[in-house]
């Protein structure tokens, strides 16, 4: 097997977490795609990492996980802020500015 | 460089369940569902670090992603409420099918880019990370970090900080009137004069005596106040 399928396996990963963000209404899902496609970006660093043989993919896989770590503590605090206001986690529902 | 047959099966085998994992994530009816095959999808994703030589972020992925984020998860979800179904409303229409062709095209073109970037430079060989992790993966790390990117893990470091405060600043709730306490609510009762006595209990002199079961006054009738008004509601016309 050659260690590029790791890559399409990202990819499809990216995908389908992308295709879940355009595809799901409710906040929390969209979130946990968001996740799904920094894990998908990180098995990329790592299989790069491999291919050029030194450990930098593999830095930056650190630091992607650093940042998704402190986005997830502010966007679930955006939630639970929206939640609190609305009584919903849809984000159908945050149309305030439409009218 | 290809590897070796084990590497191989492992591959094909987590690798479907993997992208299994992500469908099902997306296609999951309910919030709960999405975070367990999230999960799931991120455990096999730690195989695969692991597999790749990658020893400390298969473990890092682990204690961070299955552990912190998404027990986070969880928790938010409980808090907003797990029944929170998703709207089958189509605010744009045909959005749907659109996102689906979308993401059908994007993989498309991202995968066929893969194919052409390998095949262009004659599909170069994979040097390995044996050389690299000699010294064992997690000294190499180390030394990457707080050499050459101290900067970046600094400013991570404080990354961290501002996001920690931020939450707490979100989930910060100024209270603008004064706690209503016994006393407070007992006078509050007395100058409205409405309902001086406390609350009927529910199920009195009814059929049952559930929590959602309103009691029945002299007349016969029941009585709402009875019932909290979480429960109110649930027993309508089999009183």
């Known amino acids: 097997m050659n260690p590029e399928n790791y890559l399409y396996?990202?990819?499809?990963?990216?995908?389908?977490g992308a295709a879940g963000v355009l595809l799901r209404r409710n906040a929390i899902v969209v979130f946990m795609c968001i996740e799904l496609m920094l894990n998908a970006a990180n098995l990329a660093f790592v299989t790069f990492a491999r291919m050029h043989g030194n450990l930098e993919g593999q830095v930056f896989a650190f630091f992607t996980m650093?940042?998704?770590?402190a986005e997830v503590v502010v966007g679930l605090a955006i939630i639970m802020t929206i939640f609190r206001a609305r009584r919903s986690a849809s984000v159908d529902d945050a149309n305030l500015l439409k009218n | 460089m290809s590897t070796g047959t084990a590497e191989a099966v492992q591959f094909w085998l987590l690798?479907?369940?993997?992208?299994?994992g992500a469908i099902a994530m997306v296609c999951a009816t309910k919030a709960v569902y999405s975070a367990l095959f999230l999960a799931v999808t991120m455990i096999i994703l730690a195989v695969f670090y692991i597999a790749?030589?990658?020893v400390f972020l298969g473990v890092v992925q682990v204690v961070v992603y299955t552990g912190a984020v998404m027990m986070l998860?969880?928790?938010?979800?409980?808090?907003?409420?797990?029944?929170?179904?998703d709207s089958l409303t189509e605010t744009l229409k045909g959005q749907r099918p659109a996102a689906i062709a979308a993401g059908i095209g994007f993989g498309l073109v991202v995968i066929g880019a893969i194919g052409n970037a390998s095949v262009e430079s004659g599909r170069p060989d994979f040097v390995g990370l044996d050389a690299a992790n000699a010294g064992g993966n997690v000294e190499g790390?180390?030394?990457?970090?707080?050499?050459?990117?101290?900067?970046?893990?600094?400013?991570?470091?404080?990354?961290?900080i501002i996001a920690t405060v931020g939450a707490m600043i979100l989930a910060h709730r100024e209270r603008f009137t004064e706690r209503q306490g016994q006393r407070e609510l007992s006078e509050q009762r007395f100058r409205d004069g409405t309902h001086v006595?406390?609350?009927?209990?529910?199920?009195?002199?009814?059929r049952h005596n559930a929590v959602d079961w309103p009691a029945r006054l002299p007349d016969g009738s029941p009585s709402e106040l009875?019932?909290?008004?979480?429960?109110?509601?649930?027993r309508d016309g089999e009183m």
């Open chain 1, 66 to 69: 650093v940042v998704a770590a």
């Open chain 2, 52 to 54: 790749q030589g990658a």
């Open chain 2, 226 to 234: 009875s019932v909290n008004p979480m429960h109110r509601g649930h």
């Open chain 2, 197 to 206: 006595t406390p609350m009927p209990s529910p199920g009195v002199y009814a």
């Open chain 2, 73 to 85: 998860f969880l928790f938010v979800l409980m808090l907003v409420g797990v029944d929170s179904a």
């Open chain 2, 15 to 20: 690798g479907g369940l993997a992208v299994l």
């Open chain 2, 141 to 160: 790390l180390a030394e990457l970090i707080f050499v050459r990117y101290l900067w970046a893990f600094e400013l991570t470091g404080a990354l961290l």
């Open chain 1, 9 to 16: 396996l990202s990819v499809l990963l990216f995908t389908i």
